[in-house]
């Protein structure tokens, strides 16, 4: 990239000079020429401007090489609520585990918080090398200024080569925070990381709608930084024993001070997401009438778990967004999930294909969700779903 200088003197009539912009940046001011943030570097002032007017200038991007080896390790963020871990955690800490074997480095935990210390134990069960622990009181609420001091303190001391957030609530506030502290790069919601020899980190996450996935690197950057949703990737299993060493760090309080003041804390009514159902029920174009979700939500219930719907039935407002299946919903990765009246964009396979058991229902027997499914079933959903319905009331009567 580079940037535009205006030579007013070469200019001649301003006002001319300012109708040459399509995109109205040129703006004119007492007779001088001024470049607004509407500019959008399309250079056609360059070019149709009077000879000299207006200047481009390349940026000097060049930057000294970053030394990798100084840098090392994966580290994980530990996302909780009061001392209980968020799930993501440990889906991040078996990637982290897989990636840092790859390049024989350590495994760290990062674990921020109030009264945490005796639960930070829990991580060393899934082969964490070090926790490195904050436990202040000033760490008893989220706030962005201090968690981030606190993030700047554990990587300036650490240098970890990478660093895993959980794309949740206070992951998607606290990275990009941290991240541009750091002066590093960001990728958000990646679906597949892998690493190279030398550390350097390939973040791959969907681009353009899904119909492409990009990989994306950093490599003259430390440390490296990527965000994950809950349910992409696989935790590991808890193993019998510990192992690693827990770090109870400390930090200048003067590092810990925030202009926001938390003064209550008032708990929502508990929810029942769709990424924690085992079963899940899922409404898609096929489905006609807004009423016509009963069916299924009747087949949900009886299974029981949960209806859930692809984003053109959340856009027509006949379920919350919080269960929409897909890219620009949720992630989500059941024991079983019946697609009904599914096409199986893209965007939307990408959000379950990782599913342990996947029925497909629809009528298009050329439907793109078939090519990812265990059982699919041509036909029309509000014929099978009434017998389906009915078989497994009439097997469950008959086992009683």
């Known amino acids: 990239m580079g940037k535009l200088i205006i030579h007013q003197e070469k200019i001649g009539n301003a006002a001319a000079l300012a109708k040459i912009c399509p995109f109205g940046a040129l703006e004119e001011h007492d007779g001088k020429v001024e470049i607004s943030a509407a500019c959008k570097m399309c250079k056609l002032c360059v070019k149709k401007g009077p000879e000299g007017a207006i200047e481009f200038v390349e940026h000097d991007t060049a930057k000294p090489a970053v030394n990798k080896s100084n840098w090392r390790g994966i580290a994980v963020y530990v996302d909780h609520v009061d001392g209980d871990i968020h799930p993501v955690t440990y889906e991040l800490i078996g990637k982290a585990r897989e990636l840092a074997q790859a390049i024989n480095q350590p495994v760290y935990a990062l674990f921020m918080g109030s009264g945490i210390a005796d639960k930070s134990e829990e991580l060393l069960y899934y082969g964490v090398d070090e926790v490195h622990v904050y436990d202040n009181s ?35 506030q606290l990275a990009p925070r941290v991240a541009a502290r750091m002066r590093t790069g960001l990728t958000a919601d990646c679906t597949v990381l892998q690493i190279n020899e030398n550390a350097d980190l390939v973040q791959i996450r969907p681009a353009f709608g899904g119909n492409i996935m990009a990989q994306i690197l950093t490599p003259n950057n430390r440390p490296q930084m990527a965000t994950v949703r809950y349910k992409v990737m696989t935790a590991p299993e808890r193993s019998n024993k510990k192992c690693g060493t827990i770090k109870l760090c400390d930090i200048e309080p003067e590092k810990l001070k925030s202009s926001v003041e938390v003064l209550d804390v008032v708990p929502k009514k508990p929810e029942t997401f769709i990424e924690a159902s085992d079963v899940l029920v899922v409404a898609g174009r096929g489905v006609k009438k807004e009423e016509d979700l009963d069916l299924l939500r009747g087949l949900a219930e009886l299974l029981g778990g949960q209806l859930a719907g692809t984003r053109p039935i959340i856009e027509a407002g006949w379920l ?31 959000g379950m ?48």
């Open 138 to 172: 000033e760490l008893a609420r989220f706030r962005i200024e201090t968690y981030t001091s606190v993030f700047e303190d554990f990587i300036n001391k650490v240098k970890p080569a990478a660093i895993l957030i959980g794309a949740t609530t206070i992951g998607r």
């Open 320 to 350: 919350d967004a919080k269960r929409q299946v897909g890219l620009s919903g949720r992630t989500v990765r059941p024991k079983l999930i019946i697609t009904c009246g599914v096409s199986g964009a893209i965007q939307f396979v990408a």
């Open 353 to 400: 294909e990782h599913s342990e058991m996947i029925v497909a229902i629809n009528k298009d027997e050329k439907a793109p969700i078939f090519k990812v499914t265990n059982i699919g079933l041509v036909g029309d959903l509000y014929e099978i779903i009434p017998v389906l319905i009915q078989q497994i009331k009439e097997e469950r009567a008959a086992v009683k």
